[in-house]
């Protein structure tokens, strides 16, 4: 056995590998029967089942629909049952003690606060409901033994015209647990210059944010995400393979757009399964990322959501090493690039990286020393 092939990860030590997620939506990642209690509480009753498993499948396949703007209209049910504040407190505490039991150590979920408004709550108390949540989901998981950190990111929909004030209210809580910005929705139609207020306002405050780009939408929709909005991070931003060329010799030609991206360092937060079901991407083995990993672009891997997609972060690291043979490394590479790319400060994204993800990979991958030392001495042992 080579220290190589010993390095592809079993589908427990991806589980137990520090993770960093930056794309995860809080309405896309609700326990199913969380969705069922809360519906009953609340008097929603168009929920399409009413039993747990039954629940979750309903929405792993209406969300394969190969169209983003159907993929969409499944989170009418999530939104409709998330609009009062021990509503977002349970969904919000109960998000960071998910990741954190799959080994998320860190993570940046998102969510639209302009969505939470229907039963009367304010802005501002969408927002603490949801950053007293994850606090709480925090010290749950601590107790459980699981070590994790979960930031904010402030949604505004493309479609709608509240950016400016949703930016606002970012900037208002960024030292109280939101750690950026970021527009999401339908793509085609709504470009995110639509926006521009909103982000040259962050630019001005300082401020970080991502824009969901080159997902449903191709190369113009990055172009501008970038070049008129300024973006940190790139939502998906999978289209970004359009411009590039692999020549049957296997040389690469970058366009001026895709060179951009790289020599930039721009990050792409890459969602695997979605892409499959929105159909921006076409199976696990043809996904850009696998391409974009060799190029070495900034790409991470993430759930986006993980209700509609039945996933986690263990399970989108387990497809990718299905379908490119990625080793422990490959792994360590994802989480590195994700933890730098982060929005909280960089002291803190450089701790994490050196004092908990290094160590944390460097633990994985000596063990398969120790399996090899026990299997020799017990076949030598039968042997006298
Ligand atoms: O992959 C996606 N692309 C674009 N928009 C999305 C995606 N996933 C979720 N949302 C949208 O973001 C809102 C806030 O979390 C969700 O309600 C959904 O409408
Ligand atoms: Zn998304």
Same mark, same amino acid.
């Given at each position: ?25 809080l ?5 199913p ?6 519906a ?20 792993r ?15 009418a049910?999530t939104c ?8 977002l ?35 501002e ?12 989901g ?5 107790e ?12 505004a929909m ?38 521009? /207020?909103? +982000?040259? %306002? ?6 970080? #944010? &991502?824009?969901? *780009?080159?997902e449903?939408?191709?190369? =113009? ?19 970004i ?5 692999v ?31 929105t ?40 497809l990718?090493? /299905?379908a +490119?043979d %990625? ?6 590479? #994802? &989480?590195?690039? *994700? ?5 909280? =400060?960089?002291d ?11 160590p ?6 000596s ?13 030598s042992?039968?042997?006298?």
């Amino acid at each position: 056995m080579t220290s190589q092939t010993s390095h592809v990860p079993t589908a427990d030590q991806i589980r137990r590998a520090p993770k960093v997620l930056l794309h995860d939506h809080l309405d896309g990642g609700l326990r199913p029967g969380t969705i069922i209690e809360l519906a009953r509480e609340q008097g929603y009753s168009k929920l399409p089942e009413t039993e747990p498993d039954k629940l979750g499948i309903w929405f792993r396949e209406a969300a394969d629909s190969g169209s983003l703007e159907r993929y969409l209209e499944t989170f009418a049910h999530t939104c409709a049952v998330m609009q009062t504040r021990e509503a977002l407190f349970r969904v919000a505490a109960e998000c960071a003690v998910d990741l954190a039991e799959d080994g998320v150590v860190y993570a940046e979920v998102r969510y639209a606060p302009e969505q939470h408004l229907e039963a009367g709550l304010t802005l501002e108390e969408v927002v603490e409901a949801v950053n007293e949540g994850f606090r709480e989901g925090e010290r749950l998981a601590r107790e459980a033994g699981h070590r994790i950190r979960v930031g904010a990111l402030l949604t505004a929909m493309r479609h709608a015209a509240r950016s400016l004030e949703i930016a606002e209210l970012a900037n208002r809580h960024r030292d109280d647990g939101v750690v950026g910005f970021d527009i999401a929705g339908a793509e085609a139609g709504f470009p995110p210059t639509r926006h521009l /207020d909103a +982000f040259e %306002y962050l630019k001005r405050e300082n401020n970080h #944010f &991502t824009i969901h *780009a080159g997902e449903a939408f191709g190369l =113009p929709s990055i172009w501008q995400a970038l070049q008129w909005c300024g973006a940190d991070r790139l939502g998906h931003g999978v289209r970004i393979i359009d411009d590039i060329e692999v020549a049957d010799d296997g040389s690469v030609r970058l366009g001026r757009l895709a060179s951009y991206v790289r020599d930039k360092r721009i990050p792409l937060e890459m969602c695997p399964t979605s892409n499959l079901q929105t159909g921006a991407a076409a199976s696990y083995a043809e996904h850009p990322v696998g391409l974009l990993r060799k190029l070495h672009f900034r790409a991470t891997v993430n759930t986006d959501n993980r209700l509609m997609s039945g996933t986690s972060m263990s399970r989108e690291f387990e497809l990718l090493v /299905d379908a +490119f043979d %990625y080793t422990l490394d490959d792994l360590q590479w #994802f &989480t590195v690039n *994700a933890m730098k790319s982060a929005f909280i =400060p960089f002291d803190e994204r450089l701790a994490m990286i050196n004092d908990v993800i290094k160590p944390g990979y460097a633990e994985l991958k000596s063990e398969w020393l120790f399996r090899q030392t026990a299997t020799t001495s017990a076949s030598s042992g039968r042997e006298g």
